[in-house]
């Protein structure tokens, strides 16, 4: 059973855009990562929260975690071609699980 | 920074034949992961390590072992390979629980 659910599956956008990707569970959690994955390698992390509400800033990415820490949102401004890849987003288990949403696929358009 | 090395980018297999796929990071992490990646299934994860010796079951375990005799390796075993074994598989290392994972770069594996 797939804890994490990420939307959309599939973006494609043109150069310039902006875009919100999501990810929600019903279960809380105790910290969040967002993970991107260029074709040919692994994922790379980007970001974690940890805190209800925290907002998170890289560049042009701002990542954002919510109140009850149950869902996370990415949001990509003025998007680029280099954007473009997999964005998951992870969650870990005081056990030592790491499990992975079904991961978002952005296509950024010249 | 972490090196994670996955000893073969492409590997084509027929069924029935034993695999083993090997994973080797340079960073003393005490965590270890075995992840296969298929297309709309994201990473599931089939058994991890979290130090030698030492294994757990993850999310899809049926059909596969995992070793880990040093610190520095963990390999996975697929002791009779089926063609619904051919996927992306990637290993990943993590100092400590809630840290970053650090990944290779996958195993692409074809059991015909």
């Known amino acids: 059973t797939q804890l994490l659910e990420q939307s959309p599956q599939f973006l494609s956008i043109q150069e310039g855009e902006n875009l919100t990707v999501y990810c929600n569970s019903s279960s809380v959690f105790s910290s969040l990562q967002w993970y991107r994955q260029e074709p040919g390698e692994g994922p790379v992390l980007l970001v974690t929260v940890v805190t209800g509400g925290e907002v998170k800033k890289l560049k042009r990415l701002t990542f954002q975690f919510g109140d009850a820490r149950k869902d996370s949102s990415l949001h990509i401004t003025a998007a680029q071609p280099g954007d473009t890849g997999l964005y998951l987003c992870?969650?870990?288990?005081?056990?030592?699980?790491?499990?992975f949403g079904d991961g978002t696929t952005l296509t950024v358009k010249p | 920074d972490v090196k994670v090395t996955q000893s073969s980018r492409y590997l084509v297999k027929r069924t029935g034949e034993k695999v083993f796929l090997e994973c080797v990071q340079d960073m003393d992490h005490e965590n270890m992961f075995w992840y296969r990646q298929d297309p709309g299934l994201g990473l599931r994860l089939i058994y991890f390590s979290y130090d030698v010796k030492m294994k757990e079951k993850g999310d899809i375990p049926e059909g596969y072992s995992v070793s880990r005799e040093k610190k520095e390796r963990f390999s996975l075993i697929l002791e009779s390979a089926s063609t619904n074994q051919t996927s992306m598989y990637l290993c990943?290392?993590?100092?400590?629980?809630?840290?970053?994972?650090?990944f290779g770069s996958g195993t692409q594996l074809s059991v015909l």
């Open positions: 992870a969650r870990h288990t005081n056990a030592g699980k790491s499990t």
């Open positions: 990943a290392t993590r100092r400590a629980t809630n840290e970053k994972l650090f």
